[in-house]
């Protein structure tokens, strides 16, 4: 087949979609079998068309974004309808894809995405993406929103976080540094030598102030000492501390309203270790076990024993 004709068999299929499918119905008495070998023909036909029709897709109802290698995100240029309930986030740069959510989309004809300028296939998105996203965690995720949950990974959101508020600040520290390059005027310099003035005449009374500010020393030193002897000595509240390394990600469950009170702690696990039963937050923990063929999902509540004597 060349590409006039599958061009032909799909502008066919897209002016002429499938709204119903005609099969046959269930019938209480017998037919006749010529009838029969009719009835039989035609469905085999319909069942034919059916599976031969090619379902046309539009690359309007597709997002599209870039992935960026430094961080590890896929950029969005073009948003296409509510994507941004479930999944992504944004920030005055734009609006961003992890990389199990960049993938799950690209698995459900939701995004294009390109790297280097170029698209990238759902069997390259893989090879890139799965880079920085497990294969373990990815299969946890795409099981759960699914089904119709939330999850959201605030650590990698917090890291891009980081690296743009440490790029802000170095910015800001060049345009201080040029600022104060650029205050040579003579008002500057007139304000210096008044200034410079100000504490020479200053100076005579200078004795009098570290005599006043050695009294003050000593007498804030001494309450620093007792302060410190009272916080060795004294009671202290035993706040019990998190042995395990933080959640995978953060779950909501699909009837949740709520951007940021999530539900439950989702933690991504190839075997169940101790620490994963220590459950001290009001928020329940999730382990997901995955092995090659399966992942189960368990929670340990918090379980008082009564002392027996």
Not at 125 to 139: D, Q
Not at 168 to 179: E, F, I, T, Y
Not at 213 to 241: G, H, M, W
């Amino acid at each position: 087949m060349d590409i006039k004709e599958l061009a032909a068999k799909y502008i066919k299929c897209h002016n002429n979609p499938l709204n119903k499918i005609d099969l046959p119905t269930s019938k209480l008495f017998l037919e006749d079998p010529k009838d029969q070998k009719l009835n039989k023909e035609k469905y085999q036909n319909i069942l034919k068309d059916t599976l031969d029709y090619v379902r046309v897709d539009r690359r309007c109802t597709r997002s599209k974004g870039e992935w960026i290698e430094d961080l590890n995100l896929c950029k969005v240029s073009k948003l296409v309808g509510s994507l941004l309930k479930n999944f992504g986030f944004q920030d005055k740069t734009g609006i961003y894809f992890l990389p199990e959510e960049a993938l799950f989309l690209m698995e459900h004809n939701k995004l294009e995405m390109t790297y280097k300028e170029k698209p990238i296939s759902l069997c390259g998105a893989y090879n890139i993406l799965l880079k920085t996203c497990s294969l373990r965690k990815y299969r946890v995720y795409k099981k759960l929103v699914g089904q119709g949950f939330k999850l959201l990974n605030k650590k990698a959101i917090r890291k891009f976080y980081c690296q743009t508020k440490k790029k802000s600040d170095n910015r800001n520290l060049v345009a201080q540094k040029r600022k104060n390059d650029s205050e040579t005027s003579e008002h500057v310099r007139s304000a210096k030598i008044q200034k410079i003035n100000v504490l020479s005449k200053s100076s005579c009374n200078k004795k009098d102030n570290e005599k006043i500010y050695n009294v003050q020393s000593n007498s804030c030193n001494l309450s620093t000492k007792i302060f410190d002897r009272l916080r060795e000595t004294a009671p202290k509240l035993l706040i019990p501390e998190h042995s395990s390394k933080p959640p995978d990600y953060f779950g909501f469950l699909p009837s949740s309203m709520s951007k940021h009170k999530h539900e439950f702690n989702l933690y991504v696990r190839e075997e169940l270790r101790p620490n994963d039963f220590n459950n001290l937050t009001d928020v329940p923990n999730v382990i997901a076990l995955c092995t090659n063929d399966n992942i189960a999902f368990y929670r340990f509540p918090n379980v008082n024993i009564p002392i027996m004597n």
